[in-house]
Protein backbone atom coordinates (compact mmCIF):
# COMPACT_ATOMS: atom_id res chain seq x y z
CA UNK A 1 0.00 0.00 0.00
CA UNK A 2 1.06 3.56 0.62
CA UNK A 3 1.74 6.49 -1.93
CA UNK A 4 4.24 5.14 -4.63
CA UNK A 5 6.54 8.07 -5.47
CA UNK A 6 8.86 7.23 -8.46
CA UNK A 7 12.76 6.81 -7.92
CA UNK A 8 14.56 9.44 -9.99
CA UNK A 9 17.72 6.90 -9.04
CA UNK A 10 18.98 7.69 -12.63
CA UNK A 11 18.68 11.69 -12.95
CA UNK A 12 21.70 12.92 -14.18
CA UNK A 13 22.94 9.75 -16.01
CA UNK A 14 23.26 9.73 -19.61
CA UNK A 15 22.30 5.89 -20.63
CA UNK A 16 22.51 4.61 -24.62
CA UNK A 17 20.36 1.59 -24.96
CA UNK A 18 20.71 -0.77 -28.27
CA UNK A 19 17.26 -2.49 -29.33
CA UNK A 20 15.93 -4.43 -32.14
CA UNK A 21 17.67 -6.93 -34.37
CA UNK A 22 20.17 -5.60 -37.28
CA UNK A 23 18.75 -6.14 -40.74
CA UNK A 24 22.22 -7.09 -43.16
CA UNK A 25 20.87 -5.65 -46.37
CA UNK A 26 21.42 -8.63 -49.50
CA UNK A 27 20.08 -6.31 -52.32
CA UNK A 28 17.87 -3.31 -52.01
CA UNK A 29 14.79 -5.10 -51.55
CA UNK A 30 16.23 -8.32 -49.29
CA UNK A 31 17.68 -8.56 -46.08
CA UNK A 32 19.41 -11.09 -43.21
CA UNK A 33 17.87 -10.50 -39.71
CA UNK A 34 16.93 -12.54 -36.77
CA UNK A 35 13.75 -13.36 -34.16
CA UNK A 36 14.51 -9.93 -31.91
CA UNK A 37 11.28 -8.06 -31.49
CA UNK A 38 12.75 -5.27 -29.61
CA UNK A 39 10.68 -5.44 -26.25
CA UNK A 40 13.33 -6.03 -24.38
CA UNK A 41 15.02 -2.95 -24.93
CA UNK A 42 12.35 -0.78 -25.53
CA UNK A 43 10.96 -1.94 -21.47
CA UNK A 44 14.40 -0.34 -20.91
CA UNK A 45 14.37 2.72 -22.15
CA UNK A 46 10.91 3.62 -20.67
CA UNK A 47 12.09 2.09 -17.29
CA UNK A 48 15.59 4.16 -17.69
CA UNK A 49 13.44 7.67 -18.65
CA UNK A 50 10.60 6.63 -15.57
CA UNK A 51 13.82 6.81 -13.24
CA UNK A 52 14.84 9.81 -14.64
CA UNK A 53 18.20 9.28 -17.16
CA UNK A 54 18.34 11.14 -20.13
CA UNK A 55 18.21 8.23 -22.77
CA UNK A 56 19.14 7.63 -26.31
CA UNK A 57 17.89 4.96 -27.89
CA UNK A 58 19.96 3.03 -30.98
CA UNK A 59 17.37 1.25 -32.67
CA UNK A 60 16.47 -1.29 -35.73
CA UNK A 61 12.64 -0.72 -37.00
CA UNK A 62 10.27 -2.62 -34.65
CA UNK A 63 6.85 -2.96 -34.15
CA UNK A 64 7.13 -1.08 -31.17
CA UNK A 65 5.83 2.42 -29.73
CA UNK A 66 8.99 4.74 -29.95
CA UNK A 67 9.46 5.62 -26.13
CA UNK A 68 8.15 9.27 -25.19
CA UNK A 69 11.40 11.26 -23.98
CA UNK A 70 13.83 9.27 -25.72
CA UNK A 71 16.39 10.51 -28.33
CA UNK A 72 15.61 7.83 -31.04
CA UNK A 73 19.00 7.00 -33.63
CA UNK A 74 17.15 4.72 -36.42
CA UNK A 75 19.79 2.02 -37.32
CA UNK A 76 19.52 -0.81 -40.00
CA UNK A 77 22.96 -2.88 -40.16
CA UNK A 78 25.28 -3.47 -37.73
CA UNK A 79 27.66 -1.46 -38.96
CA UNK A 80 25.31 1.58 -39.05
CA UNK A 81 24.67 0.66 -34.97
CA UNK A 82 28.46 0.56 -34.56
CA UNK A 83 28.83 4.04 -36.02
CA UNK A 84 25.52 5.35 -33.66
CA UNK A 85 27.12 3.96 -30.93
CA UNK A 86 30.90 4.53 -30.90
CA UNK A 87 30.11 8.24 -31.47
CA UNK A 88 28.06 8.19 -28.48
CA UNK A 89 30.15 6.40 -26.48
CA UNK A 90 32.59 8.74 -24.13
CA UNK A 91 29.40 11.29 -23.39
CA UNK A 92 27.43 8.60 -21.99
CA UNK A 93 27.44 7.14 -18.16
CA UNK A 94 25.92 3.54 -19.04
CA UNK A 95 25.28 1.45 -21.75
CA UNK A 96 22.52 -1.45 -22.02
CA UNK A 97 23.27 -3.32 -25.68
CA UNK A 98 19.73 -5.47 -26.06
CA UNK A 99 20.35 -5.45 -29.02
CA UNK A 100 20.81 -9.20 -31.48
CA UNK A 101 23.81 -8.09 -33.55
CA UNK A 102 24.33 -9.84 -36.90
CA UNK A 103 27.26 -12.05 -36.27
CA UNK A 104 27.80 -11.66 -40.32
CA UNK A 105 26.34 -9.95 -43.17
CA UNK A 106 26.38 -10.14 -46.89
CA UNK A 107 29.69 -9.43 -48.01
CA UNK A 108 28.80 -7.27 -51.26
CA UNK A 109 25.06 -6.53 -51.39
CA UNK A 110 24.09 -6.62 -54.49
CA UNK A 111 23.69 -2.64 -56.25
CA UNK A 112 20.02 -4.48 -58.16
CA UNK A 113 18.08 -6.66 -57.01
CA UNK A 114 19.01 -9.87 -57.48
CA UNK A 115 17.54 -12.03 -60.21
CA UNK A 116 16.73 -15.58 -59.16
CA UNK A 117 18.97 -18.00 -61.40
CA UNK A 118 20.43 -21.33 -60.54
CA UNK A 119 18.64 -23.88 -58.13
CA UNK A 120 21.54 -22.85 -55.44
CA UNK A 121 22.79 -19.84 -54.55
CA UNK A 122 25.76 -19.22 -51.89
CA UNK A 123 25.59 -16.23 -50.18
CA UNK A 124 29.01 -14.99 -48.79
CA UNK A 125 28.99 -13.55 -45.58
CA UNK A 126 31.37 -11.68 -43.35
CA UNK A 127 31.91 -10.70 -40.08
CA UNK A 128 30.49 -7.44 -38.56
CA UNK A 129 32.28 -5.56 -35.78
CA UNK A 130 31.52 -6.70 -32.49
CA UNK A 131 30.56 -3.50 -30.86
CA UNK A 132 29.85 -4.62 -26.80
CA UNK A 133 33.76 -5.93 -27.46
CA UNK A 134 34.81 -2.85 -28.39
CA UNK A 135 33.04 -0.86 -25.91
CA UNK A 136 34.60 -2.82 -23.38
CA UNK A 137 38.33 -1.93 -24.24
CA UNK A 138 37.36 1.60 -24.83
CA UNK A 139 35.80 2.09 -21.55
CA UNK A 140 36.46 4.83 -19.19
CA UNK A 141 34.05 4.19 -15.92
CA UNK A 142 31.02 3.44 -17.87
CA UNK A 143 28.93 0.91 -16.87
CA UNK A 144 28.30 -1.81 -19.58
CA UNK A 145 25.55 -4.23 -19.59
CA UNK A 146 25.28 -7.08 -21.98
CA UNK A 147 22.77 -9.77 -22.96
CA UNK A 148 23.12 -12.94 -23.78
CA UNK A 149 20.20 -15.52 -25.60
CA UNK A 150 21.73 -19.16 -25.23
CA UNK A 151 20.17 -22.27 -26.33
CA UNK A 152 22.17 -24.56 -24.09
CA UNK A 153 25.51 -23.85 -21.21
CA UNK A 154 23.82 -20.42 -20.19
CA UNK A 155 25.98 -20.02 -17.48
CA UNK A 156 29.72 -21.28 -19.22
CA UNK A 157 29.01 -18.92 -22.58
CA UNK A 158 27.37 -15.84 -20.03
CA UNK A 159 30.37 -15.68 -18.02
CA UNK A 160 32.82 -16.03 -21.26
CA UNK A 161 30.73 -13.49 -22.56
CA UNK A 162 31.29 -10.99 -19.75
CA UNK A 163 34.91 -11.66 -19.38
CA UNK A 164 35.79 -11.27 -23.42
CA UNK A 165 33.77 -8.04 -23.56
CA UNK A 166 34.80 -6.52 -20.05
CA UNK A 167 31.58 -6.19 -19.13
CA UNK A 168 30.01 -4.93 -15.51
CA UNK A 169 26.73 -6.80 -15.85
CA UNK A 170 25.89 -9.63 -17.98
CA UNK A 171 21.92 -10.55 -18.51
CA UNK A 172 21.25 -14.01 -19.80
CA UNK A 173 18.48 -15.79 -20.86
CA UNK A 174 17.55 -19.41 -21.86
CA UNK A 175 15.59 -18.97 -24.95
CA UNK A 176 14.82 -22.34 -25.18
CA UNK A 177 12.48 -22.08 -21.79
CA UNK A 178 8.59 -21.46 -22.58
CA UNK A 179 8.04 -17.77 -21.37
CA UNK A 180 11.72 -16.19 -22.12
CA UNK A 181 13.38 -14.82 -24.99
CA UNK A 182 11.93 -13.83 -28.09
CA UNK A 183 8.65 -12.06 -29.08
CA UNK A 184 6.93 -12.69 -25.50
CA UNK A 185 6.54 -10.28 -22.87
CA UNK A 186 7.84 -11.79 -20.03
CA UNK A 187 11.77 -13.18 -19.27
CA UNK A 188 13.47 -15.11 -17.35
CA UNK A 189 16.78 -14.16 -16.58
CA UNK A 190 20.19 -14.61 -14.63
CA UNK A 191 22.24 -11.48 -13.81
CA UNK A 192 25.97 -12.08 -13.33
CA UNK A 193 28.49 -9.59 -12.61
CA UNK A 194 32.14 -8.81 -12.63
CA UNK A 195 32.42 -10.15 -9.02
CA UNK A 196 31.20 -13.60 -9.56
CA UNK A 197 27.81 -12.83 -8.49
CA UNK A 198 25.06 -14.61 -10.14
CA UNK A 199 21.36 -13.46 -9.03
CA UNK A 200 18.33 -15.75 -11.01
CA UNK A 201 15.18 -13.89 -11.37
CA UNK A 202 12.31 -16.03 -11.77
CA UNK A 203 9.72 -15.61 -14.75
CA UNK A 204 8.30 -11.85 -14.54
CA UNK A 205 7.63 -9.17 -17.39
CA UNK A 206 10.08 -7.75 -19.35
CA UNK A 207 9.15 -4.00 -17.75
CA UNK A 208 9.96 -5.93 -14.18
CA UNK A 209 13.30 -7.14 -15.68
CA UNK A 210 14.27 -3.89 -16.77
CA UNK A 211 13.33 -2.41 -13.74
CA UNK A 212 16.33 -5.22 -11.56
CA UNK A 213 18.58 -4.36 -14.53
CA UNK A 214 18.97 -0.52 -13.33
CA UNK A 215 18.83 -1.59 -9.64
CA UNK A 216 21.55 -3.61 -10.34
CA UNK A 217 23.44 -0.39 -12.36
CA UNK A 218 22.32 1.91 -9.60
CA UNK A 219 24.47 -0.51 -7.05
CA UNK A 220 27.35 -0.68 -9.66
CA UNK A 221 27.29 3.24 -9.52
CA UNK A 222 27.00 3.13 -5.38
CA UNK A 223 30.24 1.02 -5.46
CA UNK A 224 32.14 3.12 -7.84
CA UNK A 225 34.56 6.15 -7.00
CA UNK A 226 33.05 8.38 -9.43
N1 LIG B 1 27.04 -7.79 -29.63
C1 LIG B 1 27.55 -6.64 -30.20
N2 LIG B 1 28.06 -6.68 -31.48
C2 LIG B 1 28.09 -7.82 -32.17
C3 LIG B 1 27.57 -9.02 -31.59
C4 LIG B 1 27.05 -8.96 -30.32
O1 LIG B 1 27.54 -5.59 -29.56
N3 LIG B 1 28.58 -7.83 -33.42
C5 LIG B 1 26.51 -7.73 -28.26
C6 LIG B 1 25.02 -8.01 -28.16
O2 LIG B 1 24.27 -6.81 -28.29
C7 LIG B 1 24.88 -8.62 -26.77
C8 LIG B 1 26.23 -9.28 -26.54
O3 LIG B 1 27.14 -8.70 -27.48
O4 LIG B 1 24.70 -7.64 -25.77
C9 LIG B 1 26.23 -10.75 -26.68
O5 LIG B 1 25.74 -11.10 -27.95
P1 LIG B 1 25.81 -12.62 -28.40
O6 LIG B 1 25.30 -12.76 -29.79
O7 LIG B 1 25.20 -13.46 -27.33
O8 LIG B 1 27.40 -12.88 -28.33
P2 LIG B 1 28.50 -13.07 -29.42
O9 LIG B 1 29.75 -12.47 -28.87
O10 LIG B 1 28.06 -12.56 -30.75
O11 LIG B 1 28.73 -14.63 -29.46
P3 LIG B 1 27.94 -15.81 -30.25
O12 LIG B 1 26.82 -15.20 -31.05
O13 LIG B 1 28.98 -16.47 -31.08
O14 LIG B 1 27.39 -16.70 -29.15
CA1 LIG C 1 26.12 -13.22 -31.83
Redesign the pocket.
Known amino acids: GGTVVSRRDLAGRRVLI?AGGTREAIDPVRYISNRSSGKMGYALAREAIRRGAEVTLVTTPTRLPLPEGAEVVPVES?EEMHKAVIERFDAVHVVV?????A?YRPAAPAEQKMKKQADRLFLELVR?????AELGRRKRGQVLV????ETNDLEA?ALD?LRR?NLDLMVANDVTTPGAGFSVDTNIVTLFDRQGGKETLGLMTKDEVACRIFDRVIQIFANSCD
Request: hydrophobic share 50%.
Open positions: TAKAAAVDTPDILGFAAHKK
